[in-house]
């Protein structure tokens, strides 16, 4: 949901970088800033999981809960903030007819509320 | 358009929906009110008491919550079982169960209303059942409308096959769990249609109350990603699903490892991995989406799905691989004993030595289903006609529970809110068909309608399943699908020409109508019958307390169990340590207060094996074993005078088994049957049955009663010798007053040095036999 990802370039360099190029230009061309806003969240999210999860394998993954604490989080609000953008996203407007980006807006507030209290508690 | 009775034109819409909602709320308050009620039987035929064996450790943990604290429960080590090992209780329960109790038992107190814990531990379950009751409407009206809702929940409320695990009294973690099972899939039905994170998140904290009570959660653990990954693999794949699936698992899992029971498990299991690649799965599968949307080039999006389905491999390859690592879990037995009904058998006894874990017979479908078994697939066939992505869930769960509850009695339990379901689905197309008004427009003469209408009702009345489908197909018609959305019509429009041509198809006249719905009201009220006659009569015991009936037809009450654990608590001193097979480990810490050498909890099979091997050993092996662990007392249970089948010696071949599982060259279980194969208590028994310390405490002075006839076991007809047996390392304590429980007390070594045998025998005055050698074990200390 991320946008352009590094993952994505890494299994298609070689044959398409021309499509590559073509679709970056069409994500700039057609995404609101707001949700370009939202999609650099969703990156840094990812860094910031990924380094988690390579600290745990190079180095230790001695408190265990702690990793999986640090690490849920990230996957938890990846997740939901990748929910919001798709919720707001206007091109999915008919699939999401209960919900309006206002109501996404507070869902997302209460699920990462909820996300956070179970990582505070798991933390240790 | 003709109808056949005409309906009052002059009420205004806004009194109808209002009218509608009010006789809603008091329809589902009478339904809960009918769960609670015929739950209460155990109440009123008995008294207000915890049954069976495991709500009595629930209530004892409950107790100790309830006076000491949530951190003390939290902490609290219970020295007292498994002696000598102990047993860190805070660790290794669901503590969802005792919190609730714990809960309401703080609120009400708070409001100044001095209930005691144990009422509120008797009448938790019937509680929940009007809970349970009140989701199941909630589900089944996302199915279908309110009206199959609460059919559903008028099912669900009665229906003998969860009554059973839920009467007043049976206060074990089915009796929440399965409401917080409906209420999480409701939530996940209901956030995948709407693709609302907040339903997500809500279905991820009922999750996580569920993982909390019981340990079935690993059903719901496995039931949504199949069905996401149904979903998927249909070509259903949508945004709303990916914010359901991925709030619910990121909330969820992360909640479930808060229990410290559970643990680590989710990451670590394979029971859990499907969730966890199916929630991968939706990642990769969601961001192939958005791509596609912003670059529409065949070959690229041919390549994004080579990537899409080669990383989906890699990640499986990688769980795979991880699993050969060791550093997930392969499945475990219990896992296994599902798929392979004789894997328990072999491997895990203690499993398959559990009563409510042996496959079910077909008989006890209909007893605790009653008519919703033959409802039940026409409902799933209805969920195929719809096929909207929350049918396939319906159909999914069916298919699976059924299987299971073909495997285990126990899982029963889980099928039993899905039939409901379906059988109210196919109910409610029903009525909803025959209680349309409305009639067809007639072209051509009657002649038409008796063959329309003939073979509807026929096959209606028989209640087969084609009957539902066939009238339904009629609803779908006449009543141009008012409540169904538009795909829904279409698909019927367009099945139905196909089939029988322009012809018009409904039901004509009032007679028809009556006709059908007497015939389905009459199976209601049959279904109504049958369960208020199962529950009072085969679901409503204790088993703590036995019922029989007098001569006159009163009732009596047997309380040998009562009697016994009473006197224990009364006249042994508090430290002793009682021994007896596990099934009684909890009813003694419970009631009597007295530590135990192995419970119910069964975490240990070696100390079971440990009691097994004493049982089935002669006395003299079995001393030096009950010395070592400080047993002070042993209590058997025999039913061979009153005719109580559930009693130790028919209990023994398990014992035998699981000793012999630890020590093979020691008990061997075909010693313990006749030459010619038979398992027998008279004079054909065994030596080695007739020299077990359990055959012997079963039967110590047995004969005596009978005088000068001869013992009969009632339990198994069989002739018992009159010789009797003889105790030399035990003393016999107490024996209730059916003779359903004997207690032995252990003997301390001979203050001479002598062994108990020679003892004993120098006591009644015996000569010592000089020729005869000395025995070969002598006790040690």
């Not at chain 1, 929910?83 to 109501?103: G, M």
């Not at chain 2, 322009?502 to 369960?531: Q, S, Y």
């Not at chain 2, 508090?574 to 530590?595: C, F, L, P, T």
């Amino acid at each position: 949901m991320a946008g352009p990802k590094t993952t994505a370039s890494s299994v298609s360099s070689s044959s398409s970088a021309n499509a590559l190029q073509t679709l970056w230009k069409a994500y700039n061309d057609t995404t609101s800033p707001r949700l370009k806003l939202v999609d650099t969240f969703l990156v840094f999210l990812m860094l910031s999981g990924v380094v988690q999860f390579v600290y745990c394998i190079l180095v230790t993954n001695f408190p265990f809960n702690a990793f999986l604490a640090g690490f849920g989080s990230c996957v938890g609000q990846f997740v939901l903030t990748a929910s919001l953008r798709t919720q707001v996203n206007p091109t999915n407007r008919s699939e999401f007819k209960d919900v309006s980006p206002e109501r996404a807006f507070a869902e997302f507030a209460l699920g990462s509320i909820v996300l956070h209290f179970f990582v505070y508690n798991f933390l240790g | 358009m003709a109808v056949a009775y005409s309906l009052p034109s002059d009420v205004s819409p806004a009194t109808v929906t209002n009218t509608r909602s009010l006789l809603r709320i008091i329809a589902l308050a009478l339904i809960s009110g009918a769960a609670i009620a015929s739950r209460l039987f155990a109440v009123i035929n008995f008294e207000s008491i915890i049954h069976e064996f495991d709500p009595w450790f629930n209530y004892r943990a409950t107790r100790v919550l309830a006076s000491e604290g949530f951190y003390e429960f939290w902490n609290w080590f219970d020295p007292t079982a498994w002696y000598p090992l102990g047993r860190v209780v805070g660790g290794t329960i669901y503590p969802g169960l005792m919190a609730t109790s714990g809960v309401i038992y703080n609120v009400l107190h708070a409001l100044h209303l001095p209930v005691d814990i144990r009422n509120i531990c008797v009448l938790l379950a019937p509680g929940f059942s009007a809970l349970t009751a009140w989701s199941t409407y909630m589900f089944t009206k996302e199915m279908k409308d309110e009206s199959a809702g609460l059919l559903a929940a008028a099912f669900i409320g009665i229906v003998p096959g969860y009554i059973s695990r839920s009467v007043a009294g049976s206060y074990d973690n089915e009796a929440i769990a399965i409401f917080l099972l409906m209420f999480t899939f409701f939530c996940w039905i209901k956030a995948l249609k709407t693709g609302s994170a907040l339903f997500g998140t809500l279905a991820a904290l009922f999750y996580f109350y569920m993982v909390a009570a019981w340990g079935g959660y690993a059903f719901i653990t496995n039931m949504i990603p199949l069905h996401s990954l149904a979903l998927i693999l249909m070509g259903r794949y949508s945004s709303r699903l990916y914010v359901a699936y991925s709030s619910w698992y990121a909330i969820g899992t992360l909640a479930s490892m808060q229990v410290p029971f559970v643990g680590f498990q989710p990451v670590r299991t394979s029971e859990h991995m499907a969730a966890l690649g199916v929630f991968g799965l939706l990642q990769i599968v969601a961001f192939a989406e958005l791509v596609r949307t912003h670059v529409s080039s065949k070959q690229f999006q041919s390549l994004l799905y080579a990537s899409v389905i080669g990383m989906g491999i890699l990640g499986a390859g990688a769980i795979i691989g991880l699993t050969y690592k060791g550093w997930i879990a392969p499945w475990t037995g219990r896992f296994y004993s599902l798929w392979d009904t004789g894997y328990a058998k072999i491997h895990i006894p203690i499993i398959a030595s559990v009563s409510e874990h042996q496959p079910t017979a077909w008989p006890s479908f209909f007893m605790d289903l009653h008519s919703l078994v033959f409802l039940f697939p026409a409902g799933v066939v209805m969920c195929f006609r719809q096929l909207r992505d929350e049918h396939v869930f319906v159909i999914i769960y069916a298919v699976v529970a059924s299987y299971f509850a073909g495997v285990m009695v126990r899982l029963m339990l889980t099928l039993t809110p899905v039939v409901c379901v379906a059988a109210a689905i196919a109910f409610s197309s029903l009525l909803d068909t025959y209680i349309e008004p409305t009639e067809p427009d007639v072209a051509d003469d009657s002649s038409g309608k008796i063959a329309e209408t003939a073979p509807a009702v026929d096959a209606a009345s028989s209640g087969s399943s084609t009957a539902v489908s066939a009238s339904s197909s009629t609803a779908k018609k006449t009543k141009k699908a008012p409540t169904a959305p538009p795909s829904v019509s279409a698909v019927a429009a367009a099945m139905t020409p196909s089939k029988k041509g322009e012809k018009p198809r409904g039901i004509f006249g009032l007679d028809t109508r009556f006709i059908v719905l007497l015939n389905a009201v009459g199976m209601l009220l049959f279904f109504v019958l049958h369960c208020t006659w199962v529950t009072s009569t085969a679901y409503s015991s204790p088993s703590v307390v036995l019922a029989s009936q007098n001569p006159d037809g009163s009732q009596h009450i047997i309380d040998d169990f009562r009697e016994a654990y009473y006197w224990l608590r009364q006249n042994t001193p508090e430290n002793s340590v009682v021994m007896s097979w596990w099934d009684y480990g909890y009813q003694i810490a419970g009631m009597a207060d007295r530590a135990t050498l192995v419970d119910n909890n069964t975490w240990n099979n070696t100390h079971i094996a440990t009691v097994g091997k004493a049982m089935s050993s002669s006395e003299e092996v079995a001393y030096p074993i009950l010395r070592k662990h400080d047993v002070d007392y042993v209590l058997i249970i025999f039913g061979g005078l009153l005719g109580y089948s559930g009693d130790d010696i028919n209990k023994f071949l398990w014992m035998v088994r699981i000793a012999q599982g630890v020590w093979p060259d020691e008990i061997q279980e075909p010693n313990y049957f006749t030459p010619k194969g038979e398992y027998k208590v008279d004079d054909m028994a065994s030596p080695t049955m007739k020299n077990s310390l359990m055959y012997k405490m079963s039967y110590y002075r047995f004969p005596e009663l009978f005088g000068t006839s001869q013992a009969i076991d009632r339990v198994r007809g069989q002739q018992i010798p009159k010789a009797g047996t003889t105790l030399d390392y035990l003393d016999e304590a107490f024996t209730s007053e059916n003779w359903i429980v004997r207690i032995y007390q252990v003997k301390k070594e001979d203050i001479l040095g002598r062994d108990l045998k020679s003892a004993n025998a120098f006591a009644q005055g015996k000569k010592r036999k000089r020729t005869k050698p000395p025995v070969r074990r002598k006790a040690t200390v």
